[in-house]
């Protein structure tokens, strides 16, 4: 691929430093927690319009905040290179943006209208400067990503609508490494119950289905299942794995109770599929069920599937020398810190997804910071990635 340092300049003169921050800042003052994105969604569309994009709002199964997909086209053959985020905040007190010495502050300053700040300027610059010889950029930005307010469906209904390119940027918040595989992630919580009220050992509480005991049972059954599946491993995301953080149940030693909980995570590996672990999970919960004569009410919620990057396939090399012409050398491979919309774009969408944004601190905290370098530096590896790869 030619990316010759005429043609870097050109995208690093073409990308708009003060535009970014000013797109950044426009996107933070408007708070958005999750399942509140309606706002800034609305605000997002506006600023694409105003610059000059064709805009859609597909609903995506949440009407609160129906989602924006924009595109630019060069109207010639090529390749869709998408550029994804999401628009909606973690749950904690708002604070406002404000940019101060080359940093840029506020709720979602790294996680992640900061990086999304970075790709609409990347689509911004490549437009302007026509930079792609073919294909075209899709831009998109949804609700529901935070868990666990949000359940990540609004972008599993994006892709299932079609709003989908052949390869998915995301500028979320790593940056030391290409993130080349992960885990999916299941949040285990089950109830066991028992009917009536609670009773005293002696006043018939010891001839109650005994809900501690089967509780007991469940843990050690989750010890077996994670010794049966620990064997799938991958050097980098590493083992899968069935893990009780929480057992708790009981109010005073002679009592029998009418409740125990039971919670914990179910991790696992791509190729795996979720329908099978969500088979041996029902049949381990109901086994327990009918042997303890208690009543058990299993949940096993989906938070995202595990993923392997196709380390083969064109986004990658186009990614990696645009990181290398930027920064002078490729990321090394690494494994996802995190579970993000990536791992469903490859799962679900049968797409290649980097996640790759600024490296920015105090994700998930009220000190969210991004440098504006680093921000610049995203959108010109998003700008020369989209020249590399939307070619015909
Ligand atoms: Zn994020």
């Known amino acids: 691929m030619l990316l010759n340092p005429e043609l870097v300049q050109r995208v690093r003169d073409a990308v708009q430093r003060d535009r970014l921050i000013d797109t950044a800042i426009r996107l933070i003052e408007v708070p958005s927690p999750t399942r509140s994105g309606g706002a800034v969604a609305d605000r997002l569309a506006h600023m694409l319009i105003a610059d000059g994009f064709a805009v859609e709002r597909p609903v995506c199964g949440w009407p609160q905040a129906p989602a924006v997909a924009a595109r630019y086209s060069t109207g010639r053959p090529g390749k869709t290179l998408q550029f994804n985020g999401h628009l909606d905040t973690v749950h904690l007190p708002f604070v406002p943006p404000r940019v101060e010495n080359g940093v840029l502050f506020g709720s979602g300053a790294s996680d992640m209208k900061g990086g999304l700040a970075a790709a609409y300027e990347a689509m911004r610059a490549v437009r302007d400067a026509g930079l792609l010889s073919g294909g075209g950029i899709l831009l998109t930005g949804h609700d529901l990503h935070e868990s666990p307010w949000g359940d990540g469906t609004q972008v599993d209904r994006l892709i299932e609508a079609g709003y989908l390119g052949d390869g998915v940027l995301l500028p979320e918040y790593v940056s030391d490494r ?8 299941a949040i285990m919580e089950i109830t066991i119950s028992r009917p009536g009220v609670p009773q005293h050992e002696v006043l018939g509480g010891m001839e109650q289905p005994n809900v501690i005991a089967a509780g007991a ?6 010890g077996e299942w994670d010794r049966q599946v620990r064997h799938k491993s991958h ?5 899968e794995s069935v893990f009780i953080g929480q057992a708790v149940g009981g109010e005073i030693y002679n009592q029998s109770p009418v409740e125990y909980r039971v919670s914990g995570t179910r991790r696992w590996l791509a190729g795996t599929p979720f329908t099978e672990i969500e088979g041996e999970f029902k049949a381990l919960v109901g086994e327990v069920a009918h042997e303890t004569g208690t009543t058990i009410n299993g949940k096993l919620n989906f938070v995202r599937d595990g993923f ?13 020398s645009a990181h290398a012409a930027v920064t002078g050398q490729t990321l090394p491979h690494g494994p996802k810190p995190f579970v993000d919309d990536g791992n469903t774009f490859i799962a679900r969408g049968g797409v290649p997804a980097i996640t790759h944004g600024p490296n920015a601190t105090g994700a998930h905290t009220l000190h969210e910071a991004a440098s504006i370098d680093e921000l610049v530096r995203v959108a010109v590896v998003y700008a020369l990635t989209a020249i590399g790869f939307c070619r015909a």
Do not use: K, M, N, T
């Not at 290409?178 to 992630?185: D, E, S």
């Not at 990057?309 to 990614?319: N, T, Y």
């Open 178 to 185: 290409l993130p080349v595989a992960g885990r999916g992630l």
């Open 217 to 222: 049972d469940i843990v050690r059954r989750c």
């Open 235 to 239: 050097p980098l995301a590493g083992r």
């Open 308 to 320: 392997e990057l196709d380390l083969s396939h064109p986004l990658v090399a186009a990614f990696q």
